[in-house]
């Protein structure tokens, strides 16, 4: 089965140049002006040359930038449309399409085998511990109940004091989770090194491939985030690409486990 755009570029991105991961990221977040683009306008609005473009593609296994752009358009010509957004203001209708890219973006750039990865680290883990700091803390706490109503061990912590101390002290049967959008935060980066350090699993949840906290840890899941803001002035940004694969996490536990 031919790989999506997404999974190409999960599958890929570490290998490419930082001009290349720049070029992407555009992409990403401009993927619907895609089909209509030339490689001479993307090489304008992207601040990249052409031959960045073709080798980039090239790269991602596709035979060059107007071959990406065919198969593009047909991975999008079967993808739902919300009706409702065509009755509604047009700021409102942006709302609610980056919300559906988020999701859905979020959904494509997973690998199925690293979440059966981080499904088996799971199972056969001793217990949980789910570190999170800010609004990814609600999700740790969610996860947390989820996981102890199916009957395994999980505790969470927040506080950026425990979560330093108790890094140092994890067993190398138990696995560590980290949740965080930007993985950056410094206790979190901490104790991700504390982790590494004395050999415990670690999985993050993050949207930001190029963080601290996806280097250190053994397995991560990575969601897209939009630019887009509707709170510029606060670090508020949303966590539901961290919501759709701790759900997907839970999920597919609750599944594998079920008796």
């Known amino acids: 089965m031919d790989l999506t755009f997404f999974e190409r570029v999960n599958q890929y991105f570490d290998t490419l140049s930082d001009s290349e991961k720049f070029l992407l990221r555009y992409v990403q977040d401009h993927l619907s002006e895609m089909p209509k683009i030339s490689i001479v306008r993307l090489s304008e609005n992207a601040n990249v040359s052409t031959a960045t473009i ?3 593609m090239k790269k991602l296994g596709y035979e060059g930038f107007t071959s990406f752009k065919i198969r593009l358009k047909d991975e999008h010509r079967l993808a739902p449309e919300f009706s409702v957004i065509e009755k509604v203001d047009n700021k409102i209708k942006e709302a609610i399409l980056k919300n559906e890219q988020e999701v859905t973006k979020t959904i494509q750039m ?17 217990k949980i511990v789910l570190f999170a700091r800010g609004f990814s803390e609600l999700i740790a706490k969610e996860m947390t109940v989820k996981f102890q109503l199916t009957g395994k061990y999980c505790e969470m912590h927040d506080d950026p004091n425990i979560i330093t101390t108790i890094s140092k002290r994890i067993d190398k049967k138990d696995l560590v989770i980290f949740i965080s959008l930007n993985g950056r935060t410094e206790e979190l980066v901490q104790a991700a090194k504390n982790c590494k350090a004395n050999g415990v699993s670690t999985i993050t949840l993050t949207a930001n491939r190029e963080s601290p906290l996806y280097t250190l840890s053994e397995l991560t899941l990575v969601g897209y985030k939009s ?3 509707y709170f510029p002035d606060y670090e508020v940004r949303s966590r539901l690409p961290l919501q759709v694969m701790a759900r997907i996490i839970l999920d597919a536990y609750a599944i594998r486990t079920r008796s």
């Open 54 to 56: 073709v080798r980039t």
């Open 110 to 126: 997973l690998d199925r085998g690293t979440i059966e990865d981080v499904l088996q680290k799971i199972i056969y883990s001793r």
């Open 227 to 229: 630019k887009v803001s």
